[in-house]
């Protein structure tokens, strides 16, 4: 029962982290993108599990590189190279999936967070509040950048530098979520729970607020209908998510 | 009067793409004198814009008087309809003072009314969007304002009024403006000076004595006339 306490803690830690900082991620137009992206976890898993280092720590080195990519093509080119950057995340995910050590294959792809030790629960905590502040204290010049990029440059906010700062931090909360529900489904927990806000936010505090707050209901309820229905938890996450976009939906009709 | 020149432009070259979008345009910008930019679509006038508020590369030189603060009202905004995002929200990017937003919302003719403020900025009309953006352009107290008319969008009446707030800014605010304007009608009523362009400088000085069939026609090709009523 503590364990089930603490799991569904550092669940909501996460969910709160993704739902806030995939808010942007939805503003920007940069959904699937956002969501390809965290297949790009899966090779740096692997490599770090072969080598014997941390799959966490192999997972953040693969999404800094892959974000470091995204936010180079987003400043040099005028049409976003979608095609391109959907072929390149598929690719490393048929990567992955090769040489990937057989058994923790299925856990790096759909996640255990039963596996998530008290130590590494606690930092996952800490870091996700972290990115949460650091998100905040942006929030402004990303938000300006999405309005109008020209306005912005012309208030002298620099766009670019902000830009891959945010991208860096969703790196990280996507590294720590991975653990939660797999490289497969991270990406609709930094989506989802943004786009279930959208449909029914006035303004802009309430569209972040109800990101968090979407993102941290689908992990509390994800995780305990997994222990009691006695199913993956990272599947059961991301359904609640989905759950609350379709009702979000229907009441926005 | 040199104390009294807000902004030199001499020898501006812009280059995009390899292609020569503005070449060797040279004017200059009094201060508290409203300078029309008209030109055909293509012209160079929006990048010579972006060149003024120091958005893109150039060669040449662009000297704005020192200290002198920039406001500056974009055509549109690259937003979504459902953006949650509200006029009073957006305007507090840059709100100091509450006094201050105030008299800038009834400057520009904003119904204050916190129905208005609480609006999405998606879905204002073309006359509404354009009032919300120069009242954030006059949030911070600028010394100019760079208004770049958009071509489309806006129904005739607001139309009437976004000038008669412009005239209004002239008259109430020690402001310099320099807009870019689609009509000759309100070139003739509000500009102390137009600069043709058409990647160089067609023609330069007040509406009166530059606005000649000739030169318009230089600048807009043969059914310039059409423009020219009063």
Redesign the interface.
Known sequence: MDNLIFLIAVGSAIGIAAGYLGSFMVLKRMSLVGDALTHVALPGMAIALTYGFSPTLGALIALTLAVVGIWYLDETTDVYPEALVGIFFTASLALGLLITPEPELLEALFGNIEKIGFVEGVITIIISFAVVILTWSISQKILMGVVSEELAKAMKVSISKYNLFYLLLVGVIVAMGVKFVGTLLMGALVIVPAAAAKNVSRGINSYYFLSAVFGLISAVIGILAANILNISSGPAVVLTSILIFIATYLLKK | MPDESLLTVSGLKVRLDNQLILDDLSFEVTKDKTLAIIGPNGAGKSVLF?AL?G?IPYQGEIKWKSGVK?G?V?QR????K?????V???LS??ERVKAEREKVLSLVGIDKEVSFL?K??GVLSGGQLQRVLIA?ALLDNPDVLLFDEPTSGIDISSEETIYSLLHRLQDTQNLTIILISHELQVVYRYADTVLCLNKEKICFGTPEETLDKESLIKVFGKEAGFYHHH
């Open positions: 972006r508020l958005l920039i500056y974009p905004l690259s937003i979504e459902d953006i949650p995002l509200t009073g929200e957006f990017f840059k609480n999405k900025l954030f």
